[in-house]
């Protein structure tokens, strides 16, 4: 199409740039044809004018649509070119953190520097069976490929590693090589996989350094071949290594290091085995020392140190070889060490006793001597005569740094040879995978020899990848039969033949080694000569003589031309070789002899392996040392080179690319000149350029379809896909070269995807505008109509609002009239009131006057009255006062006498005050106690007031007493005034008595100020007590308080704590059973990979003449359950064993002996823990309740005890109370008390305070004792105290105190009761206490005497140790046999007993029988009557539901109901569970006569048959549910007729008494729940793989709802063609498989529960399978995608819904695919989007939602990606979390299975046997 087209307003192009070498700008003007320059803006809004070259007119390339951005495939690209590969890397590398890309056939892997967690065993079973182009790009998809190819293809292949030094190579092919490690397993158990990854830590410690570029540099090249046999598992690899870096030995660079070796010796030089070595630290070396860094940071050299000795102990290098190999690497730095001294200008001398050099003879066995002559002197031979020539100090420094370079090399091809020696097996090799790991093209400011073989190295591998590509291209046109033509590409032959054809650089560089003056000089002239005039690709610097430049395919290298002769020579001093192969140390004349043999005696020659075809060793030996060094180094590496290029032509290969992004080693930061440096190197940017010389884009018609459906036309869809498209790209595109029609695809040209993309952006947008044209009219049209109603709305409520105004104008006229009525009525009718009041006021004084008038007459008449009555009142006083101061004088007489007595009295009870008053000071303290337990109690308080309340009623009705009293006295006070006539007659004797009645009021005075103090004294008393009762109140409130808050609070936390000690043990049960079955499972695959040994030893035992197989399979399969078959077994098999010859591994037969044995121990052990675990739940739970009760007793015993102490403190204030009371009426007595006086007043307010204390104290005692009696006491309690006044009217209706006494005498014995039962229950709880403390002791005693023991055998020697714990063990079990055996007898006794007493039973029964029937019976017949009953049939309902059958039957019975029974017949037509039932019954008729081996062999048959039926069959889905279905029956049909109550409660009195009545066969329900374990994980694995091909095509790639997701113009190429199934599977074929399974385990009688736990297992391996395929694929996250999972998963859950399995948790193991599915549609924008899915994503891990947010990519324009700084704020938001780093979820995992137990209803004595099943020979009892 015209550039016009495409050089529009707005197309985006790429610009050359000296910084990020290519600049993104977009075009402010249309192009037209002409124009000299293009009008940009750049990404930063600055304008710019781009002139175009006027000689060739080449626009700027265009750049990619945004949605192509970010491809896995760099040939997916539209327009494929170099600024858009680096735009693409740059986008995955930098913002998506991917470092794996494809470029057709080659991967391109870009070095993090950075550790990901993208390489775990998760991530390979995730590739493993995958298609390449299926999943993003990894490195294990390559390997996966390979390994595939060479599978299907049966043939080899190759890995092809290349990059510069730090971009990853060596990392890359370990990751391989660990790939097929894990994928393909090892043949044999010799662990061979292992083994090569053992390699690599030796390989990294003798060929790897640091250099400026990377601190692990591979300073070699290698090719690793791994062997596979015919099963495609690994039997033996073999490697081969290339051009060591010898130099780094002797010099380093600065900022660069020796090999690691030398550094790690030196860094363990401490270490006892190394002390001979006398090294010391790295720095003290010249061989360690140059490149001034030692030490590379975050790496620790000792650790490294015991990782390569760990790897030499695995490939078989023992100790002693080991050492040998590290002492000559010590004689190596030594031998660096020794200075060499000018004698004169052309000799030298090392000075005497040089300790270095001692060193190094010593450890490598050298005379001192003969190494001291040699290393300064040379011997030269002529044709005549032999003389010895001294060097001078640089050639003696160089003689013998080339000394220790050969040495080195010895030892590197040494280990090369030992490790391919211990990798390499007897198993013949069927086929191999090679690995290269090779040096990229490299090109520094100095370039020498070691540069230019390796550019020669990369120029051939470019050839053989420029070869392939091509290739490859023209099989893919065929195959499709598109006309094609040849492709012009770089061919690089002609620089090939530059360096290596007759007459090239090698050949003269060879020519000149010969010459006896050669020279660097006089080589660099020939070369000048050669090819600087005949060659364009060989040129000559215009500054230099003695350097030259090659044009090769990635750049121009100047290489220096000194020392390429030295080093092509790589002379060493014969005479030195000679004293080493003259030493006594075995492994250094090792060494040289092996080299003898060698091609290279360098070691520069291609590896060192054993095997034939790749081996590094020659094919003709050379017997002579002197011509052991004439073939050159550059001969040597061309021949290997050439060898290299015949195996990997021989193979397929597969190309990775590794690219360094930057020479800091910074963490994904991506330098882009480097990176286009290395593209351009590597041969990436070739690739690109050969697929876009072609058709570089291809769709399938069905991709293309669906992709630009919407540039058609309705008319245009026709039926025939293939036709639609072929009609609709004629339409669309005019020039039909721009594409071709295959097969099955559509071929593009570069730039047509793009221009598609362009025409359905276009019409999209179009689309676009018309709906929001629309949707804004539609907006517009309801924004109108809202207005109009709002209009219409104002109006109305504006005319309402006017009208109400009128009215209400209208109501004020109306009421203002009727105001104006009513208040002129108001004032006519107040002037009328006003006249009436006047007339009534004047009416009113009138009569008041006369009132007044007529009340003062009857006033002077009653005064009158009056005063006579006071006349005459007076008259009688006086003669009554006459009388009664007689009778006073008389009266004060007596008093006197008894208040003499009354003081001694008082002075007495003065002295008991103050002793009242001490004892009221303990009695303080007392208080304070028993205030603090009250706190406590709340319950007593309230009783004790309860209590006082009712001695304050019996206080009032005394006080009421006393009342009564003093109006009797006052009654008598009037009797005595009417006596006043008798006073006049004592008036005499009155004046002889006042001088007595004076003395009396002296003593009164005295006794009334002894009453005040005594009056003062009780008010402070009183005071006192009622602040100490405030206080105690107040303390108890807020001890109440935090009481119940405490209470409260240990509630809530004792309930937390259950709830997490409960939560924990259902953990660590559930863990337990996890870990229970995997072991369960481990143990079936041992079994049978045994039984596979087994197999193999009966077929070699057969194939020898003489010999008979002893048929020892069946017995020990039989006695496989029973407690002594392990050891029979094994001790066969090992008999077995003995006989074989060939093709078994003794030891390692016995090493699965032991494991097997190990494992049941572990079984076993396992499942005690678990028993032990419920125990010790239950245990716990009991102890719970148990310490609630014990403290609930001692709670109620605290109360009993302090209502006792209330009581009495309340009958000591019933005391004092009495005893104020009595000194009350002491003082009324005197007359001081007198009612109204103050005394008697004071004393009263203190009687009626202390009664109402006495009331709260009462309130308090009856609240506590109301919560100790019965319900109906504490309500009629409750209502007391809520109406006091009810209270008060009772208590006033008791006459008197008998009542109340009665009444608490009530409340005395309930207490006593309450009391006593909590006595009671106390005495219980303490006789269990000390029950418990009794055991708690033995069991502490036993611990102790076990400590006892162990500590006495740890201080044995181990051989003593294990005989001492095993006669311990002895002890141990023979006590607990002994303990048992008694048991046993006991219970033996028992039966015996009760079997007697049935006889007797039995016999009565039939006596009373028999008298019935027949009379009298003789004594015989009564004897032998019992023997027959059993034949009677009358008798036989006592024992059906059992099946009887001979013993030689019973081969018959497991054959014909195990072994060849068709699963699906007995499904459908028979009851389920059938099988089990029928083994059952005649397990039950051998219990019921008693035959234990009956029993024994008939279990072990049917668990051996059921096995084998499942090994036999076990990939059936049908045979494994029905026999697991049947397996769960049968164990619960020996729990439900087990004979235990806890089974028993569930059946009917029928079943009950068909038990077991002999045997228990506990331990055979353990193995049979074994065996049902093993057949879920059987049956699991079988759904598994059945579900496994259908859940990624039907959960992601099918679209159920079609049109929603848009196929992305992806174009990845599917490069293997075991793809035609694909797309087969949909949602729906899930569904129907879920449903078939569901319906088969319905139709077997599968428990519900157990169907339940199979649902939720099938779930998660859907929900796992999906979410880690969609991790792992970067074009199945979009928000469209996101919507199907949703739909799909929808799907399952209706699913669930229609079979009611909601509640069974299989849709909670769906929730992080939900998640996923959430995350891929909600918004990623803002920090709220982020706080949203933070809160959303509570099942995804943060590597999760991470990558799944790296991973969206939009599929149309109008989606945006997620930005860096997003992930980065949902990172920071997340790193809080404590989660598992791992990407993927676990597709393994198997959740532990239980069998709760489910009784059958069915009736045994019910079930028919069908003909069908041939069991005629079974009887029914």
């Known amino acids: 199409m015209a550039a016009s087209e495409l050089y529009t307003k707005r197309a985006r192009v790429w610009i050359p740039d000296t910084e990020e070498v290519w600049k993104s700008a977009e075009l402010s003007k249309d192009y037209k044809n002409g124009d000299a320059s293009l009008q940009l803006i750049l990404e930063d809004g600055t304008g710019l004018e781009h002139k175009l070259d006027p000689k060739t007119k080449n626009l700027p390339y265009l750049r990619n649509p945004d949605i192509l951005v970010g491809e896995n495939d760099l040939t997916a690209l539209s327009y494929l070119h170099e600024p858009a590969v680096l735009h693409n890397l740059k986008v995955r590398f930098s913002d998506s953190k991917l470092i794996y890309t494809y470029c057709g056939i080659v991967l391109v892997a870009i070095n993090p520097y950075e550790t990901l967690p993208i390489y775990g065993t998760d991530i390979i079973n995730a590739y493993s069976g995958q298609n390449m182009g299926d999943m993003d790009p990894h490195i294990f998809a390559v390997a996966e490929e390979a390994y595939k190819q060479m599978a299907r293809d049966e043939r080899n292949q190759s890995i092809i590693v290349s990059g510069e030094s730090g971009a990853g190579k060596t990392v890359s092919a370990k990751y391989a090589m660990r790939y097929f490690a894990t994928v393909s397993g090892s043949a044999s158990e010799a662990n061979v996989e292992h083994k090569v990854l053992a390699s690599n830590p030796i390989m990294e410690a003798i060929g790897n350094a640091k250099t400026t570029r990377n601190d692990n540099s591979s300073r070699f090249g290698k090719y690793i071949e791994i062997g596979f046999d015919t099963r495609y598992r690994i039997i033996g690899a073999n490697m081969r290594t290339y051009l060591l870096e010898k130099s780094r030995v002797v010099f380093q660079a600065d900022e660069e290091r020796n090999y690691h070796v030398f550094y790690q010796l030196c860094a363990s030089s401490h270490l006892p085995e190394f002390k001979t070595l006398r090294l010391s630290s790295a720095n003290d070396f010249v061989y360690t020392r140059q490149g001034r860094s030692p030490v590379i940071e975050g790496v620790d050299d000792t650790k490294e140190l015991s990782n390569t000795r760990h790897a030499f102990t695995m490939l078989g290098i023992n100790e002693t070889y080991q050492m040998g190999l590290f002492q000559v690497l010590a004689a190596i730095l030594h031998l660096g060490n020794v200075e060499i001294k000018d004698r004169d200008s052309d000799s030298s001398i090392i000075p005497p006793n040089n300790r270095h050099l001692t060193a190094f003879c010593e450890l490598v066995g050298v005379s001192y001597q003969d190494m001291t002559q040699w290393l300064c002197h040379r011997k030269l031979k002529t044709a005549t005569e032999t003389y010895i020539k001294t060097l001078p100090r640089l050639q003696a420094t160089n003689a013998r740094d080339a000394l220790s370079k050969h040495i080195y090399a010895k030892l590197f091809n040494w280990i090369v040879e030992h490790v391919n020696k211990a990798l390499i097996t007897n198993i013949k090799q069927h086929s191999f995978i090679g690995v290269l790991d090779i040096y990229g093209f490299e090109t520094f400011e100095i370039n020498s020899f070691e540069q230019f073989c390796i550019n020669y190295a990369n120029e051939k591998l470019q050839q053989q990848f420029n070869m392939h590509v091509f290739k490859l291209e023209q099989e893919e046109y065929m195959k499709e039969q598109i006309p094609w033509t040849l ?20 050949d003269l560089l060879d020519e000149e080694c010969k010459m006896p003056k050669g020279s660097d000089d006089s080589w660099a002239q020939k070369l000048y000569n050669t090819h600087l005039k005949t060659c364009s690709l060989f040129e000559k610097p215009r500054m230099s003589n003695r350097a030259f430049i090659i044009q090769h395919f990635a750049d121009k290298v100047e290489y220096q031309c000194d020392g390429f002769l030295e080093k092509n020579k790589d002379t060493v001093n014969e005479e030195q070789i000679n004293v080493l192969k003259a030493s006594k140390f075995p492994l250094l004349v090792e060494l040289f002899q092996d080299g003898e043999k060698a091609t290279s005696p360098t070691g520069q020659a291609p590896g060192t392996g054993g095997r034939t075809r790749l081996s590094v060793k020659p094919e003709k030996g050379r017997d002579k040392s002197s011509k052991e060094h004439k073939k050159t180094v550059g001969c040597q590496f061309r021949n290997s080179l050439q060898m290299l290029m015949e195996t990997l032509n021989a193979t397929t290969p597969h190309y990775v690319r590794c690219i360094k992004p930057n020479d800091f080693k910074l963490a994904f930061t991506f330098d882009p000149k480097r990176a286009v440096q290395q593209l351009r190197a590597c041969g990436v940017l070739e690739t690109i350029r050969i697929s876009a010389a072609g058709f570089p884009s291809r769709w399938t018609y069905q991709e293309f379809f669906s992709r630009y459906r919407v540039l058609m036309v309705q008319k245009d869809v026709l039926p025939d896909k293939k036709l639609t498209c072929r009609n609709v790209l004629e339409k669309l595109v005019q020039d039909q070269d721009k594409y ?214 019996s206080f009032t009705a005394e006080c009421e007493g006393l009342r009564t009293e003093l109006n009797r006295l006052k009654g008598a006070e009037e009797e005595a005034k009417n006596k006043t006539n008798q006073v006049n007659s004592l008036l005499e004797e009155l004046e002889r008595l006042k ?84 072991l369960l499972t481990e143990h079936l695959r041992l079994e049978e990979k045994y039984d596979d040994l087994k197999e193999v030893m009966a077929s070699s035992n057969i194939s020898k003449p003489g010999h008979r197989r002893t048929d020892s399979t069946h017995s020990s399969n039989e006695s496989e359950y029973t407690y002594n078959s392990e050891y029979a077994e094994l001790e066969e098999g090992s008999r077995a064993a003995e006989d074989v010859t060939r093709g078994i591994d003794t030891s390692l037969t016995l090493k699965l002996q032991k494991r097997l044995t190990e494992l049941e121990q572990e079984k076993q052990s396992l499942r005690n823990e678990l028993e032990n675990k419920e125990d010790q739940f239950q245990r716990a739970r009991a102890r719970d309740d148990a310490e609630f009760k014990k403290a609930r007793g001692a709670e109620l015993e605290y109360e009993s005890l302090k209502r006792q102490e209330l009581e009495s403190e309340n009958k000591k204030l019933k005391h004092d109370l009495a005893e104020m009371r009595q000194s009350l009426l002491g003082d009324k007595a005197t007359g001081a008390g007198a009612p109204g006086s103050p005394a008697y007043k004071v004393l009263l307010e203190q009687l009626n305070a202390s009664c109402e204390e006495l009331d709260v104290r009462k309130e308090e005692v009856l609240i506590l004792r109301s919560q100790l009696v019965s319900q109906k006491e504490a309500m009629h309690h409750k209502e007391t105290m809520t109406e006091p006044s009810i209270y008060a009217e009772d208590v006033s209706k008791l006459k008197d105190a008998d009542e109340l006494k009665q009444a608490c005498i009530g409340l005395k014995d309930t207490n006593r009761l309450l009391e006593h039962q909590l006595q009671t229950q106390r005495r219980g709880y303490d006789s269990e206490v000390e029950s418990l403390r009794g055991e708690l002791q033995n069991v502490k005693e036993e611990n102790n005497r076990q400590q006892q023991l162990l500590a006495q055998n740890l201080q044995l020697p181990p ?374 899915i933070c809160s959303m994503c509570l099942a995804l891990t943060t590597a999760q939602i991470v990558k799944v947010l790296n991973l969206y990519t939009p599929v149309n324009e109008f989606e945006e990606r997620v930005s860096v700084a997003f992930i980065r704020t949902i990172q920071t938001r997340l790193r809080d979390r404590c989660e598992s780093p791992q990407l993927l979820m676990d597709t393994k995992m198997i959740y532990p299975v239980t069998f709760p137990f489910s009784p059958s209803s069915l009736a045994l004595e019910t079930i028919q046997i069908p003909g069908s099943l041939n069991l005629a020979f079974l009887t029914r009892v």
Not at 1025 to 1032: A, T, V, W
Not at 1464 to 1482: D, E, H, Q, S
Request: with cysteine; net charge positive; hydrophobic share 35%.
């Open 740 to 953: 071709q029609f295959g097969k099955t695809k559509i071929f593009f040209r570069a730039g047509q995807v793009a221009y598609l993309e362009k025409l359905r952006a276009d019409k999209l947008r179009v689309a676009c505008i018309r709906i929001q044209k629309t949707i804004r009219c539609w907006l517009a049209r309801k924004k109108y109509l809202r207005k109009r109603s709002a209009a219409i709305t104002i109006q109305r409520f504006t005319r309402g609002y006017q009208a109400r105004c009128l009215v209400k104008f209208m109501r004020r006229t109306q009421a203002a009239t009727i105001i104006q009525k009513y208040r002129r009525m108001y004032v006519e009718k107040k002037r009328y009131r006003q006249k009436q009041a006047a007339a009534l006021v004047m009416q009113t004084i009138l009569r008041a006057y006369m009132a007044r008038q007529k009340y003062q007459a009857l006033v002077r008449e009653h005064k009158a009255v009056i005063i006579q009555t006071r006349v005459r009142g007076w008259l009688a006083r006086c003669w009554y006062k006459r009388c009664l101061v007689s009778i006073v004088y008389l009266q004060c007489c007596i008093r006197r006498m008894r208040a003499r007595h009354e003081l001694k009295k008082l002075k007495v009870e003065a002295r008991s005050v103050e002793h009242f008053k001490k004892l009221n000071k303990g009695m303080e303290n007392k208080i304070m106690q028993l205030q603090r337990r009250i706190d406590e109690q709340t319950k007593d308080n309230r009783s004790i007031n309860e209590k006082l309340v009712g001695m304050e009623t």
């Open 487 to 506: 492709i012009d590409f770089y061919d690089n032959q002609p620089c090939i033949n530059l360096i290596e054809a007759k007459m090239g650089i090698l």
């Open 995 to 1078: 001088k007595e009645l004076s003395t009396t009021q002296q003593e009164k005075k005295t006794i009334e100020d002894w009453a005040t103090t005594y009056r003062s004294e009780m008010e402070k008393m009183v005071s006192e007590l009622k602040d100490q009762n405030g206080s105690l109140k107040k303390e108890k409130d807020d001890l109440n308080r935090s009481i119940q808050e405490q209470s409260q609070q240990m509630t809530e936390k004792m309930t937390r704590a259950i709830a997490q000690e409960t939560q924990q043990l259902e953990t660590d049960l559930n863990e337990e059973r996890s870990r229970y079955q995997n």
């Open 1359 to 1732: 051989e003593a140790r294990i005989e001492a714990s095993l006669q311990h063990e002895i002890t141990r079990l023979t006590n607990e046999n002994l303990d048992l055996m008694e048991q046993l007898e006991k219970q033996d006794r028992t039966i015996r007993k009760l079997k007697k007493q049935l006889k007797v039973y039995s016999k009565r029964i039939g006596e009373m029988g028999a008298g019935q029937a027949e009379g009298q019976t003789s004594p015989g017949q009564m004897v032998d009557e019992p023997i027959h009953p059993v034949n009677i049939p009358r008798r036989e309902k006592d024992f059906q539901g059992m099946l009887e059958y001979k013993k030689e039957d019973e081969l018959k019975l497991v054959k014909n109901l195990i072994l060849e029974l068709k699963p699906r017949g007995v499904a459908v037509n028979l009851i389920p569970g059938l099988p089990a039932y029928i083994l059952f019954m005649c397990l039950r008729h051998a219990d019921y006569v008693n035959d234990d081996q009956k029993v024994r062999t008939l279990l072990t048959s049917t668990i051996n048959s059921i096995k084998k039926i499942l090994k036999k069959r076990g990939d059936d889905f049908e045979t494994v549910s029905f026999w697991l279905a049947n397996t769960c029956r049968f164990l619960h049909c020996l729990k439900q007729y087990s004979g235990d109550e806890a089974f028993m409660k569930h059946n009917t009195s029928r079943q009950n008494e068909h038990c077991l009545s002999n045997f228990d066969l506990a331990e055979y329900r353990q193995v049979i729940s074994d065996l049902a374990i093993q057949i879920y994980q059987q049956l699991i694995k079988c759904m598994e793989n059945i579900l496994q091909p259908m859940i990624v095509s039907g959960m992601l790639e099918h679209e159920t709802i079609q049109g929603v997701s848009g196929v992305k113009p992806t174009g990845l190429r599917k490069r293997t063609s075991s793809i035609a199934d694909e797309g087969t599977y949909t949602l729906d074929s899930i569904l129907r498989q879920l449903s078939a399974f569901h319906s088969t385990m319905c139709q077997h009688g599968t428990d519900p529960e157990l169907i339940k736990q199979v649902v939720k297992q099938q779930f998660y391996i859907i929900g796992a399978v999906t979410l880690n395929n969609l991790l792992l694929r970067k074009d199945m996250c979009s928000w469209s995608k996101g919507m199907q999972i949703r739909y799909n998963v929808s799907q399952l859950e209706e699913w669930l819904r229609d079979k009611g399995l909601m509640v069974c948790g299989a849709k909670e193991t769906l929730e992080p695919l939900i998640q996923a599915a959430q995350l891929l549609q909600v918004k990623k924008k803002t920090d709220e989007d982020a706080e949203a």
